[in-house]
């Protein structure tokens, strides 16, 4: 069926902004069709593949609206084939499509589908060396791309290693052309690099380098007077210090030149990130772990294809520091308390703690979990939003949003059935904060009965309830149908 | 420009293969699958005591999957991902990290609790307050991909 042109005709953000589309479309041919074919084509020592079929029964309803009932059919579908000719050479793939069985629930349409990655690997036999070609994922120098290209890495005499890739940044097609016109931030080629050093039983260090982008903004097909050009560098490190503390980190660089003409005082450092970790342990029982975070907002975000979000315009930096402490207070009873500082300098400051406990029972199948945090936020006071831009030092009042999160969970296993529970409540200190609806609270509990038929069948249902300032009632329902098969051994949740 | 780019990014590695090939490490890689392992989290310090991992250059405690590697696997899966692929699959790490994901990582792993799965119930509230404080946490897995549906609402 050919897809049917898109209607808009409620303003942005409204539900009713759907995209009326039939929903047998190229989405499912072009994602199934050749995972299918391949499978078949394919002459390989080991085959896997897995399937998940999902059901999706909303009732999301919007007072005043829309009605809320929908139903989603999902079909995950992935195949991992190795000794394709050679040992060494492997086939992964990952496909999705949807399609909406109902009305529509999706503000990008009735149906979709994509690859989520698909790439053959050939593994070296010495040096962890491997090479892989097709669309997979990649992360160099801060960056976290899905790309279409090739990429491999090898470790080097003398205790180097060295892994690159190149090729095109994948293009997520959600809207229309008219609406997608923020991908022209996308750019036509991307790749990056990085080189280490490992000192054996003391740690690395790292380079790496990421391009994106091969045309100033100004050679655009939509000219842009920003340029979210990327080009940056990283340094990385792994020290493991005598007495078991690790240290981990990575400071990322934003090189790129911009005559975009923002003037954002106190925004000019390069420095697009600091991540740094420590950790470790005393005696057997207890494990610590410090974390400082610091993210130059026009740096981090530069290359964002979502400006209007994520803006790069911003004034100031993110900082946050991060303390855990794990306690194995029995042998199946584990307690997490977390402490979280974080400091957004046009916002304010936010201060997390809070406490989670897993405790198991084997002889019984059980696992359970009780969690509660707290979220102390300054009232948020924020600049004028005028879209791209903030005019400086105009702000306004805005609300708290400080809240309190309990959650608590158990599983059950009793072959062939699984069933579990999972429940999880916000209360919040200012339900006049405008995204609360008046407000004061939230909650959802979700059951989930299973049962395996066989080893490589498995169905599922999920029923979900709650409260939500977004939907007042809301109740989910899901079937889940998960079914692998293939000539390789079969790993439970891996 | 995109030519004379791929033409120059295909002479360095060509120029890189032929290079490497004579600077490579002889040590064998690590295997491709581990044999198979008892469910839960494996402790891999339990059998590998004080054993190096072979190329990784740290012992394999590093690997531990102990409750606070759940929440800091980055830095090993992006270093050492040839150490995940002996027991994981590239779809277990999917079912998050997806580039253009269609039900959120919670509804889809719904029937496991036990799971750290991002944007659990009623996250249409809750991300108005997380972005807030820190929109630095969404750009990870929004600020390039996925991204379709916040496009939606924040379009301008």
Known sequence: MEREETVMCAPPGHPERIALRGWVTPGWVRVLFPLMSLAGAVSAQEVTAQSSTFLRFLNEPVPRITRGDQIQAIQFLGIDATGLQSDNLSLHLMGWGFGDLGRASRHEGTSDGDLSYGYLKYRFGKANAEVQAGRFTVAQAGGFEWVDGVSGRADLRGGFTVSAFGGRPVWFRGLGEPNQTDYQYQRDFIAGARVGKRFTGFGEVGMSF??????????????SAYDYTRRRAGVDFRVLVPGGIDLTGRTVWDLAKRHDGVVNPGSDSRIAEHEYTASGRIGSMVGLQGEYVARNFRSYFAGTTLPTLFKPTETGTFKAYTGKVTVEAAENLQVLVDYRHSSREVYGDANRVGAEARWKVPSRNLATGFGVHRVSAADAVLPIDTGLASLPGTKVAAFGLSHLELRAWGMLEKAPWSLSLDGLYHHFDDAKHPALAGRSYEYEV???????????????????LGENPMYRHEAKGLLRIEYRFGTASKKEGK | MIRRSAFALVVVIALGVLTACGLLAPEASFTARHQELPAGRPICSTCHEKEQHNGAGKAYAAFDHTPTFSANHKVPALQDGATCAACHAPSFCSDCHTGKGIISPAVKLGNRPDRMSPHKAGYLTMHRID???DPTGCFKCHGRANNGSCRACHRS
């Open chain 2, 131 to 133: 972005g807030k404080i």
């Open chain 1, 210 to 223: 990421l391009q994106d982008g091969s045309k100033p903004a100004s050679e655009l097909g939509l000219p």
């Open chain 1, 446 to 464: 979700i059951a989930s009965l299973g049962y395996q038929v066989s080893q490589a069948f498995r169905v599922a249902g999920d029923l979900s």
